[in-house]
């Protein structure tokens, strides 16, 4: 499983503006030769490539309420991690034209099984990536940071 260690991330923002809390899932599978591949998904609004996310959930913890996203937004199911690899902040835009400074608490997911067929299936794609292509893919500078920093670690691990 990816190696634990906090990476925390900011925008500029101003100190007034509230920021909502998110939970998200890294998705990571490991291949034969040792290698890691990363699973994106689009968002529904702007078709960016992001991590599964959401809002925490109602009577789940929030490594629990990550795993319910990345089974969502993604089809997948797997090991997800307790302690969060670390978080970023990002704007979301809302459906009125507003947005909402989040931050995000992102948990490991060890995926062990892709669905066929899941919840969001018709309103996103998924895709497997290369750790690095994952991190250029993302627009959010403390996504890609987490990213790289979470397989890193990995790599220095297995070194």
Known sequence: MLARGQVMTTIPHDAERPTQRQVGA???RKAADGSYAV?????RESRRWVIPKGWPMKGRKPFEAAAREAYEEAGIIGNVGKRPLGFYIYEKRLKNRDSVLCQV?????EVRKQL???????EREQRWF?????ADAVAEPGLAAII????????????
Do not use: Y
């Open 39 to 43: 699973m994106l998904v689009t968002s």
């Open 105 to 109: 608490k992102v948990f490991p997911l």
């Open 116 to 122: 066929k067929r899941w919840p969001e299936q018709s």
């Open 26 to 28: 890294l998705p990571f």
């Open 148 to 159: 790289r920093a979470a397989l890193k670690r990995e790599d220095a691990s297995r070194g």
């Open 130 to 134: 290369a750790p690095s292509e994952a």
